[in-house]
């Protein structure tokens, strides 16, 4: 049965996928090619004089990224779902609950972490050409904050989808806005470092929205 | 899982609410507040306040109420006196003049934002004896590890190794202990001068690392040893009358010179919460501490740096409502904060 509801996710998502890694891929390449072509002009002492002395990441262009890649997902994969209550049907399917909807959303976090793990490989390797280790570190740990945002866009979508009545969305979008606001507060590199820990076992606990949201569509919650 | 839902989203709620409605109302009721620039004067010896008189130009005003025009600060207004001719010819019976007055002027301004940050342990180095005379971009860089600094060129991204191990050699037979603290340097060519950096080695004395014909030369100061230096700046102003500041362990300030003699000033100060700002000339350097109270006022010699009076200055008490913050005008971070 696993395997049926991945190959329903996968069905759902595919085009959406391929959408979000072409984009990843099209902004990847334009932000390396700027990049080198600053080394080829300016020489790469410019890279680490612009990250030392003003605390530039260099790959900010990618900031907004993960958090719109997990949007479109978390829609692709939730929109199908709701659309004339088919959720109904799901849940009417020969299998736990609470274990389907794990199940497609364990999909979703995990076709995201490994865009992420791949973009921020790449970048890494690519950054290792111009800048010290130490700094293609502080790079990576900036990005981090992006991916959760990533990740906590992916589950809100999600909650508010599922969420059956309009009037109970205001307060999920209410949240979801501020915590994704708080996300990127800073542009700061390396602000969030301390904080991260906290902020990632909060993005995780927004995923028992998504379990509120069928609980109160069960009950037959609606404006 | 209904419960737990419900319970998180009014939990959150109630954290947004706590985060969002006291900034809005601190926004709209809380008034701003500007202390006026104030100096300690070579000619009243006292400190004079900034204050724009009614209809007239501006004028100075000291701690006892008495009143001055720009005779009170001829060393700040130095250009303008002169131009008038009435910048006198002596000061404390010390002969003056103008290019003397401009060379010895200091002004050194560092916030917590400055101190509180997550930086990279890379350091540009630049060449302090450049080939033609002005002081170029950096070729060279300082990366501090664990067990060592090295030195890498920047443009090819690759490590010198000739060029560390001198480095290391010269580190080792000072009894550098690694891995390196604090480095305080500024990499710019917009200076006369380059001293390149006062580092603190894991038992926090001090040195100082500058690139000298491509060599990067290594300094003590032995004076510095036992102060446990929390924080320190590096100066490299026209006059070189000091090579850095120093705060120790105690937040207490003092003055590395050049010849490497470390001067106590009599100022606290403490880097992580307080603003500094120091305005120094030919014969006294004002230096004012500042936090959310109010501002602490020192004026030091500047023959020997010795504290010759002080004067504080507390803020009116405004109330801002507590809330949940993430971020503070002392530091870079984002954490949350109940203030």
Redesign the interface.
Same mark, same amino acid.
């Given at each position: 049965m696993n395997k049926m509801i991945l190959y329903k996710e996968w069905l759902k998502t595919r085009w959406v996928l391929l959408g979000i890694l072409l984009v990843f891929a099209a902004i990847g390449f334009y932000c390396f090619l700027n990049l080198s072509k600053v080394v080829e002009i300016r020489g790469g002492a410019l890279l680490w004089e612009a990250m030392v002395a003003k605390d530039a990441i260099l790959v900010d262009v990618f900031r907004y990224l993960p958090a719109l890649a997990g949007i479109f997902l978390g829609l692709a994969q939730a929109v199908p779902e709701i659309q004339h209550k088919r959720l109904k049907l799901t849940l009417h399917l020969p299998y736990p609950q609470k274990r389907m909807l794990l199940v497609m959303v364990a999909f979703g976090l995990l076709i995201l972490a490994l865009l992420y793990a791949l973009q921020a490989c790449l970048s890494a390797v690519l950054l290792a050409q111009w800048l010290a280790s130490e700094l293609v570190s502080r790079i990576l740990r900036t990005m981090l904050v992006w991916y959760l945002a990533g990740w906590a866009a992916y589950l809100f979508t999600w909650a508010l989808c599922l969420e059956p009545s309009w009037k109970m969305r205001v307060p999920v979008v209410g949240v979801a806005s501020a915590f994704l606001y708080l996300l990127f507060l800073s542009r700061m590199p390396e602000a969030y470092n301390g904080f991260l820990p906290w902020l990632l076992a909060y993005t995780l606990l927004s995923g028992v929205l998504l379990f509120h949201g069928v609980a109160r569509f069960k009950e037959g919650a609606q404006d | 899982?209904?419960r737990?839902?419900?319970i998180?989203?009014?939990g959150?709620?109630a954290l947004?609410a706590l985060?969002?409605i006291p900034s809005v109302v601190n926004l709209m009721t809380l008034e701003g507040y500007s202390t006026p620039f104030t100096l300690y004067s070579c000619t009243v010896h006292d400190f004079t306040a900034l204050d724009r008189g009614e209809g007239s130009d501006f004028r100075f005003i000291d701690t006892k109420g008495n009143v001055y025009g720009d005779e009170a600060q001829p060393m700040f207004y130095a250009s303008l006196l002169a131009s008038k001719g009435a910048l006198p010819d002596s000061i404390e019976g010390r002969k003056i003049s103008l290019e003397e007055i401009e060379k010895n002027k200091v002004i050194v301004s560092v916030r917590p934002k400055d101190v509180n940050?997550?930086s &990279?342990? *890379?350091?540009?180095l630049m060449e302090s004896v450049p080939e033609r005379l002005e002081l170029q971009?950096?070729?060279d &860089?300082l *990366?501090s590890?664990k067990d060592g600094i090295y030195v890498?060129n920047?443009?090819?991204?690759v490590l010198l190794e000739e060029k560390t191990a001198r480095l290391r050699k010269a580190l080792d037979s000072l009894g550098f202990a690694y891995p390196a603290k604090l480095f305080a340097g500024n990499?710019?060519h917009h200076k006369a001068y380059d001293e390149g950096y006062l580092v603190t080695d894991a038992r926090s004395r001090v040195f100082q690392l500058k690139q000298v014909n491509g060599t990067v030369q290594v300094r003590t100061f032995p004076q510095a040893d036992n102060l446990g230096v929390k924080y320190l700046t590096i100066t490299e102003f026209e006059n070189h009358a000091t090579l850095g500041y120093l705060v120790d362990a105690d937040s207490r300030l003092h003055m590395l010179v050049p010849d490497g003699r470390v001067l106590p000033t009599g100022v606290t100060y403490v880097p992580e919460k307080e603003d500094l700002l120091v305005v120094g000339d030919l014969f006294y350097y004002t230096v004012k501490t500042s936090d959310d109270k109010g501002e602490h006022f020192w004026a030091l010699r500047s023959s020997d740096f010795y504290p010759v009076a002080s004067y504080e200055r507390a803020y009116p008490s405004g109330r801002s409502l507590p809330g949940l913050r993430?971020?503070s005008s002392l530091d870079?971070?984002?954490?949350?904060r109940f203030k």
């Open positions: - | 899982m209904k737990i839902g419900q998180f989203l009014w959150s709620l947004v985060w969002v940050k997550t &990279a342990p *890379v350091y540009l971009d950096p070729e &860089a *990366v590890r890498y920047m443009e090819k991204n990499p710019s993430f971020t870079n971070w984002v954490k949350p």
